[in-house]
C-alpha cells in the first residue's frame, strides 16, 4: 500500500510541475500582451513578459527540483535498505 502511495506522488509531482510550467508560461503571456489594459498602474509589455517567464521558470526548476529530490532520497534508502537485507541474508 505504500509503494501505491508513492508511486501516485510521483505521478503528482510530474502532474505539479506541468501546471506550474503552464502557468508560468500563460502568466508571462497576459502580461506580455494585455498587461496594460488590466489598469493604468500595471506594468505590462515584452520586458515584463519577459521577466516573469525567467522568473518563473527558475521557480518551477527550484521547486520540482526539491521534489524530486525527495522523491530521490526515498528511492535511494529503500534500495540501500534492501541491499543491507541481502547481505544480512547470506
Excluded: H, W
Excluded at 521557480?59 to 535498505?81: D, S
Aim: glycine fraction near 16%; hydrophobic fraction near 55%; proline fraction near 3%.
Amino acid at each position: 500500500m505504500r509503494d501505491f502511495f508513492i508511486n501516485t506522488f510521483e505521478v503528482l509531482v510530474g502532474v505539479i510541475v506541468v501546471l506550474m510550467c503552464i502557468g508560468v508560461v500563460v502568466g508571462a503571456g497576459i502580461v506580455t500582451f494585455a498587461g496594460n489594459s488590466m489598469g493604468p498602474d500595471m506594468p505590462g509589455g515584452p520586458l515584463m513578459g519577459a521577466a516573469i517567464l525567467l522568473g518563473g521558470a527558475i521557480y518551477v526548476i527550484f521547486i520540482a527540483g526539491f521534489m524530486y529530490l525527495g522523491l530521490g532520497i526515498y528511492q535511494n534508502t529503500k534500495r540501500t535498505a534492501e541491499a543491507i537485507e541481502r547481505l544480512s541474508a547470506r
